[in-house]
């Protein structure tokens, strides 16, 4: 899969998980190239009242509210999904 179908598919996953969160009509806002030690590590991908960061190396995304608590987990590529207690 190419560098841009993977980022594709990503986007796509972070706003179908966004729109089971409440977003009528999910928009990305702004995107975030994160970089750790000079390396790429992720995304964050903001929206108007969440946010939600994949991280290459596990592969998931976390979903969170603007005051930072953890509404959602999505594991990429995978059906399962794990709410926040």
Request: aromatic share 8%; proline share 1%.
């Amino acid at each position: 899969m190419s560098d841009n179908t993977h980022l594709t598919s990503i986007r796509d996953t972070v706003i179908d998980a966004a729109s089971t969160l409440g977003l009528s009509e999910p928009a990305i806002t702004k995107t975030v190239v994160l970089i750790h030690g000079g390396h790429f590590v992720g995304r964050r991908f903001l929206f108007d009242g969440l946010q939600a960061v994949w991280l290459m190396a596990e592969n998931i995304i976390r979903f969170f509210a603007d005051d930072g608590a953890l509404l959602k987990t999505v594991e990429v590529g995978q059906s399962s999904e794990k709410k926040a207690a």
